[in-house]
């Protein structure tokens, strides 16, 4: 086959210091008769905070170990390219990246201090540069030689282990860092500070951070771009705003964030491009954007974050907004914000954020059973794909 | 650490139990220097019957065999039962569930049962009996114990290790020695002991395979106990009593981590 024996040459015109560090092209991985990823397609581009998020059994750790070479991908023509370089039969020794393991996998018969040299040992560094690099890549985690580098794991907090496990990866001075959901055994104030920690340390050094999570907070908050996972497929790619603004699909608006859905039927195209749907449920109406995805009969759904939702007498709804009628089921204190539970035709419950200003100076008024209308501005949805 | 004061009665049966199992052994050591031809009453120290062990040849010869016999078939079995654990826990084949039931066959089979059908296989194989023949019997026995060792102790190693070994730059040989192996040193190192007892130890199926000038300790000592019974039995047995315990201590020392770099200061 000639596309194929000229599409794995490591001298293809891709390869180079402008290739990204990472490149999937249709891959799919199958155990049996499990398909855990499914034709796959993405990049990375050096220096970047990439996460794979998604929830159990999406196929995200399966695409961080084909990744790390732990398994191979299928023999299908899908490749996985480092470097630009095709990797997909390469064993994991032969990659030159580095990896902290969800337990960490400390070596609990070696020393901290032996346990972050292994691989200086096993890459062939200078036996003289190995106690210096060490000693730097504790510091780098700020942990302190003196104190922990005699130490077994056993004798380390999950904090610390953790802290040991980013100095054995980061001695080695990476291109690429692969991290398996490094956070998930820490409590949540440590947690925190980690995060900000490792996104520091990504625009420090300029490595590149693949990391795989299932809590979209984190994922939020650190990286630059989120492919979101589900089903062995990568349901959407972007940054935090892109999928947290944007999502393409419901299940992106759910996993991520909270989404109310409705659901209708395009009626008839305004003269200014966008379009009038007929609610399913209700008999109401409201107007979505322009898209490429509605036209006329077609049936839509579309997506309202909570906070972009707003309540009003049915009375006073500004005359721009979308608006449902319903009533007031419940309203929530959480502290910052306060949830308002409202129910709508169709045996539809909504939850709309409001901005807390001080319940005691300032009290909502709305009471459970009061007629209400949910409202919000046309430009503030997202029309979905169907899945 | 909490200090709690145990109830008199837990202490007494706790205390009883332990005389139970070492008195007979401690018996055993102090009439190794009575100074009687028996060992029923105390009648003052000695050394004898240690200078009359370098006169029974046949204890010698004995002790001789059972070492050369313990050492290669605890190897042997060692070896080939942590290579099966391995292939048990790490790789999917077929029959690998008939290997796992058939491990427990020899465990289970009483031994006057393994001792006759290896003598029966021996001779119409033509194996001629010696040495190697009773190593033959012995590793058939010991790997079993090995493989249920060392398959409990990698069925509670994290594979991550491995993983995190490749990933840092070792290959398959080298992770295994520097990563599995060192996981796995208590349970290669108990399965070992195991062996190394069991062989030591065995009368019957060596009984049924040794032949002339083949017999180790326990078939020689049986042996003399049926003529006449003399106190050089105690001393040899607690001259290996002492070299066990001895490497047990060794073997639980070999296996600590040293520092990356020697402390001087």
């Given at each position: 086959?000639?596309?194929?024996?000229?599409?794995?040459?490591?001298?293809?015109?891709?390869?180079?210091?402008?290739?990204?560090?990472?490149?999937?092209?249709?891959?799919?991985?199958?155990?049996?008769?499990?398909?855990?990823?499914?034709?796959?397609?993405?990049?990375?581009?050096?220096?970047?905070?990439?996460?794979?998020?998604?929830?159990?059994?999406?196929?995200?750790?399966?695409?961080?170990?084909?990744?790390?070479?732990?398994?191979?991908?299928?023999?299908?023509?899908?490749?996985?390219?480092?470097?630009?370089?095709?990797?997909?039969?390469?064993?994991?020794?032969?990659?030159?990246?580095?990896?902290?393991?969800?337990?960490?996998?400390?070596?609990?018969?070696?020393?901290?201090?032996?346990?972050?040299?292994?691989?200086?040992?096993?890459?062939?560094?200078?036996?003289?540069?190995?106690?210096?690099?060490?000693?730097?890549?504790?510091?780098?985690?700020?942990?302190?030689?003196?104190?922990?580098?005699?130490?077994?794991?056993?004798?380390?907090s999950g904090g610390q282990r953790q802290r040991v496990a980013l100095a054995r990866a980061l001695v080695l001075e990476p291109s690429l860092l692969l991290l398996d959901e490094p956070l998930g055994?820490?409590?949540?104030?440590?947690?925190?500070?980690?995060?900000?920690?490792?996104?520091?340390?990504?625009?420090?050094?300029?490595?590149?951070?693949?990391?795989?999570?299932?809590?979209?907070?984190?994922?939020?908050?650190?990286?630059?771009?989120?492919?979101?996972?589900?089903?062995?497929?990568?349901?959407?790619?972007?940054?935090?705003?892109?999928?947290?603004?944007?999502?393409?699909?419901?299940?992106?608006?759910?996993?991520?964030?909270?989404?109310?859905?409705?659901?209708?039927?395009?009626?008839?195209?305004?003269?200014?491009?966008?379009?009038?749907?007929?609610?399913?449920?209700?008999?109401?109406?409201?107007?979505v954007p322009a898209g490429p995805r509605v036209a006329e009969g077609q049936p839509v759904r579309i997506a309202v974050r909570p906070e972009w939702l707003d309540v009003f007498p049915p009375d006073?709804?500004?005359?721009?907004?979308?608006?449902?009628?319903?009533?007031?089921?419940?309203?929530?204190?959480?502290?910052?914000?306060?949830?308002?539970?409202?129910?709508?035709?169709?045996?539809?419950?909504?939850?709309?954020?409001?901005?807390?200003?001080?319940?005691?100076?300032?009290?909502?008024?709305?009471?459970?059973?009061?007629?209400?209308?949910?409202?919000?501005?046309?430009?503030?949805?997202?029309?979905?794909?169907?899945? | 650490?909490?200090?709690?004061?145990?109830?008199?009665?837990?202490?007494?049966?706790?205390?009883?139990?332990?005389?139970?199992?070492?008195?007979?052994?401690?018996?055993?050591?102090?009439?190794?220097?009575?100074?009687?031809?028996?060992?029923?009453?105390?009648?003052?120290?000695?050394?004898?019957?240690?200078?009359?062990?370098?006169?029974?040849?046949?204890?010698?010869?004995?002790?001789?065999?059972?070492?050369?016999?313990?050492?290669?078939?605890?190897?042997?079995?060692?070896?080939?039962?942590?290579?099966?654990?391995?292939?048990?826990?790490?790789?999917?084949?077929?029959?690998?569930?008939?290997?796992?039931?058939?491990?427990?066959?020899?465990?289970?089979?009483?031994?006057?049962?393994?001792?006759?059908?290896?003598?029966?296989?021996?001779?119409?194989?033509?194996?001629?009996?010696?040495?190697?023949?009773?190593?033959?019997?012995?590793?058939?026995?010991?790997?079993?114990?090995?493989?249920?060792?060392?398959?409990?102790?990698?069925?509670?190693?994290?594979?991550?290790?491995?993983?995190?070994?490749?990933?840092?730059?070792?290959?398959?040989?080298?992770?295994?020695?520097?990563?599995?192996?060192?996981?796995?040193?208590?349970?290669?190192?108990?399965?070992?002991?195991?062996?190394?007892?069991?062989?030591?130890?065995?009368?019957?199926?060596?009984?049924?395979?040794?032949?002339?000038?083949?017999?180790?300790?326990?078939?020689?000592?049986?042996?003399?106990?049926?003529?006449?019974?003399?106190?050089?039995?105690?001393?040899?047995?607690?001259?290996?009593?002492?070299?066990?315990?001895?490497?047990?201590?060794?073997?639980?020392?070999?296996?600590?981590?040293?520092?990356?770099?020697?402390?001087?200061?």
């Amino acid at each position: 086959m000639p596309e194929s024996a000229a599409s794995s040459s490591p001298a293809s015109p891709q390869a180079g210091a402008d290739a990204p560090v990472v490149e999937f092209r249709r891959v799919s991985k199958t155990f049996g008769a499990f398909r855990a990823v499914r034709d796959i397609s993405f990049t990375i581009r050096k220096g970047e905070f990439f996460s794979l998020l998604g929830p159990s059994g999406c196929g995200k750790t399966t695409t961080l170990r084909l990744l790390a070479g732990f398994e191979e991908p299928d023999t299908d023509g899908g490749e996985v390219r480092l470097l630009g370089e095709v990797v997909n039969k390469k064993r994991p020794y032969e990659r030159k990246i580095a990896m902290v393991f969800q337990n960490y996998a400390l070596f609990p018969h070696l020393t901290v201090e032996r346990n972050i040299s292994f691989g200086l040992e096993m890459r062939g560094t200078l036996k003289v540069e190995i106690p210096g690099r060490v000693r730097k890549a504790m510091e780098m985690v700020r942990l302190d030689p003196g104190q922990f580098a005699r130490r077994l794991p056993a004798q380390l907090s999950g904090g610390q282990r953790q802290r040991v496990a980013l100095a054995r990866a980061l001695v080695l001075e990476p291109s690429l860092l692969l991290l398996d959901e490094p956070l998930g055994a820490i409590d949540l104030k440590l947690r925190k500070e980690m995060q900000l920690e490792l996104k520091q340390l990504n625009k420090e050094l300029g490595t590149t951070f693949v990391y795989v999570t299932h809590d979209q907070e984190e994922a939020l908050t650190m990286s630059d771009r989120i492919a979101v996972m589900d089903n062995a497929r990568i349901a959407q790619l972007g940054t935090p705003a892109e999928i947290y603004e944007c999502p393409r699909t419901a299940f992106v608006a759910k996993f991520i964030g909270e989404s109310n859905f409705f659901d209708g039927t395009a009626r008839e195209r305004l003269p200014d491009g966008r379009f009038r749907v007929q609610a399913t449920a209700g008999g109401g109406s409201y107007v979505v954007p322009a898209g490429p995805r509605v036209a006329e009969g077609q049936p839509v759904r579309i997506a309202v974050r909570p906070e972009w939702l707003d309540v009003f007498p049915p009375d006073q709804v500004p005359p721009e907004e979308n608006a449902i009628a319903g009533r007031i089921r419940d309203v929530i204190y959480l502290g910052e914000t306060l949830h308002v539970l409202v129910d709508l035709p169709g045996e539809q419950r909504v939850t709309v954020a409001l901005r807390n200003e001080g319940q005691l100076t300032r009290p909502v008024r709305w009471q459970r059973g009061d007629a209400a209308a949910v409202a919000w501005l046309p430009e503030d949805c997202q029309v979905l794909e169907d899945e | 650490m909490n200090h709690l004061k145990l109830p008199y009665w837990i202490m007494a049966l706790v205390t009883g139990v332990y005389l139970f199992l070492h008195l007979p052994i401690i018996a055993l050591i102090a009439f190794s220097f009575n100074d009687s031809k028996f060992s029923t009453e105390w009648t003052g120290f000695t050394l004898h019957w240690y200078e009359r062990l370098l006169e029974r040849q046949d204890i010698l010869d004995g002790l001789k065999s059972s070492i050369i016999v313990g050492l290669s078939a605890t190897v042997i079995s060692t070896v080939l039962g942590t290579l099966m654990a391995l292939a048990l826990a790490r790789h999917v084949f077929r029959g690998r569930r008939l290997v796992e039931a058939f491990l427990y066959v020899p465990i289970v089979t009483p031994e006057i049962v393994v001792g006759i059908s290896l003598l029966i296989l021996f001779v119409a194989m033509g194996v001629p009996l010696g040495l190697h023949s009773v190593v033959i019997a012995h590793v058939a026995f010991n790997v079993s114990f090995v493989v249920v060792v060392v398959l409990a102790r990698l069925q509670g190693m994290d594979r991550n290790l491995e993983e995190a070994a490749m990933i840092l730059g070792a290959d398959e040989l080298t992770t295994f020695w520097r990563i599995t192996v060192p996981q796995l040193w208590p349970g290669i190192i108990s399965g070992a002991m195991l062996a190394f007892t069991m062989s030591f130890d065995d009368y019957v199926i060596t009984s049924f395979v040794t032949g002339t000038g083949s017999s180790t300790l326990p078939v020689v000592v049986y042996t003399m106990v049926r003529k006449n019974i003399e106190p050089s039995i105690n001393a040899i047995s607690t001259v290996v009593l002492v070299a066990t315990t001895v490497l047990v201590i060794v073997a639980e020392r070999l296996g600590r981590d040293k520092p990356l770099v020697a402390d001087k200061d």
